[in-house]
Every structure is written in structure tokens, then in C-alpha cells.
Antibody, heavy 120, light 108 residues
Framework: EVRLVESGGGLVKPGGSLILSCAAS????????INWVRQAPGKGLEWVSS????????YYADSVRGRFTISRDNAKESVFLQMNSLRAEDTAIYYC?????????????WGQGTLVTVSS | SSELTQDPAVSVALGQTVRITCQGD??????GSWYQQKPGQAPVLVVY???SRPSGIPERFAGSSSGNTATLTIIGAQAEDEADYYC???????????FGGGTKLTVL
């Protein structure tokens, strides 16, 4: 069974940092790109970042570029999202999602999400 | 970057057919995908590419695309299909991903 499990969310003050993790299991991790997608309370889905299977291609939404860093550890079958200089508008549920095929943006498996709250 | 536009809300009578549309320039170049999200749950992929369904998704869900518009059709809508539906695709840079604003489907 394909499984993605996010962790690391929590309450952080504006300007603070947080690291999210996405642990994968049940599939050949090294064959898939992984993305982060977030959803602010009561709002729609917003793509955040993607990382290819070998980490050779990494992309960010304009709203997080320069503040967030995505990385992966294929040996540990995990993807990470380092979030710095957090703002109130970063408050959201953060999901990691597996991409069906490279550079297609079709996400066939999602984690349950981890909530990040940025508030003083 | 591109934008994808969806109607905020659509309703359908139980057992009838409903079409949910998604418009955007990027859809002229890329096939998108459709997601169903129920309250408190993660999104679920229902249709992707030209018209593919992941295993476990009922045949009543179908996708199509023409010009700058992608359409999700639910043939014979069921009560359990009541949910928010989002489209997405690559954007014009082919590096980023864009989501539509979502359509809330009500089954009457």
C-alpha cells in the first residue's frame, strides 16, 4: 500500500522556522517526484514546491521562493520542507503528494497533512 | 504563471449528469488532473491526463479537454460525490503547478 505520512507541523511565531517531513512507504521511492501542496483554513489548494526523484529538478511557488527549501533523502525514503521567515499567510495544512509521472503534476497519492499555524 | 478558473459552486440532482469546468491558457498545452476533497480529508485524484482514472475510482467519473477548457463529467451523480473538486495543470513555464479555485458540488 502506498503511504505518505507528514509530520513536523505546529505553532510557530512570525519570522520563525519549521521543518516538515514526509515519510514514504509501499512504493519505489527513488522513481517518483514528490510535491508539497498546502491549504489555508477554508481555502483552496496551493502548490508549494516539487523535487524530482534524483533531486536534480527543484521548483518553488513564487510565494515561498527564498524562504522554503525542499530536499529528500532517498536512503530514508523521506522528503523535507525547511520553512524559514514564516508569515501568518503560511498558516495551512501542508500535504505531500506523489507525482504519477515526472513533470506531469498529476498527484495520485497524498498524505493526511500536517497543520502549520503561524501566530504570535 | 497561469491561472485556472472554476465555477465556485455547482449542483446536480441525484442520478443526473453534471459537468464541472476548468479554464486556463495552460490547458491548451498540458493535460490536467482533477481531485475530489471531502471535509476534513486529503484530496483524492479522480481523473488525470487525457481521460485516465486511478484504480478504485468509479467509471462515472470522466475527463475531457478542448482548447483552454478541461471538463470533469460525473455521469449519474451519487450522494457520496458531494465534495469540493479541484483541477490543476502545469503552468506555462512547465516548472510550476497551478490549481483552480475549486468547485463545491452539491447533490440534491
Amino acid at each position: 500500500e502506498v503511504r505518505l505520512v507528514e509530520s513536523g507541523g505546529g505553532l510557530v511565531k512570525p519570522g520563525g522556522s519549521l521543518i516538515l517531513s514526509c515519510a514514504a512507504s509501499g512504493f519505489t521511492f527513488t522513481s517518483y517526484s514528490i510535491n508539497w501542496v498546502r491549504q489555508a483554513p477554508g481555502k483552496g489548494l496551493e502548490w508549494v514546491s516539487s523535487i524530482s526523484s534524483s533531486s536534480s529538478s527543484i521548483y518553488y511557488a513564487d510565494s515561498v521562493r527564498g524562504r522554503f527549501t525542499i530536499s529528500r533523502d532517498n536512503a530514508k525514503e523521506s522528503v523535507f520542507l525547511q520553512m524559514n521567515s514564516l508569515r501568518a499567510e503560511d498558516t495551512a495544512i501542508y500535504y505531500c503528494a506523489r507525482e504519477v509521472a515526472p513533470a506531469r503534476s498529476w498527484f495520485d497519492s497524498w498524505g493526511q497533512g500536517t497543520l502549520v499555524t503561524v501566530s504570535s | 504563471s497561469s491561472e485556472l478558473t472554476q465555477d465556485p459552486a455547482v449542483s446536480v440532482a441525484l442520478g443526473q449528469t453534471v459537468r464541472i469546468t476548468c479554464q486556463g491558457d495552460s490547458l491548451r498545452s498540458y493535460y490536467g488532473s482533477w481531485y475530489q476533497q471531502k471535509p476534513g480529508q486529503a484530496p483524492v485524484l479522480v481523473v488525470y491526463g487525457k481521460n485516465s482514472r486511478p484504480s478504485g475510482i468509479p467509471e462515472r467519473f470522466a475527463g475531457s479537454s478542448s482548447g483552454n477548457t478541461a471538463t470533469l463529467t460525473i455521469i449519474g451523480a451519487q450522494a457520496e460525490d458531494e465534495a469540493d473538486y479541484y483541477c490543476n495543470s502545469r503552468d506555462s513555464s512547465d516548472k510550476h503547478v497551478v490549481f483552480g479555485g475549486g468547485t463545491k458540488l452539491t447533490v440534491l
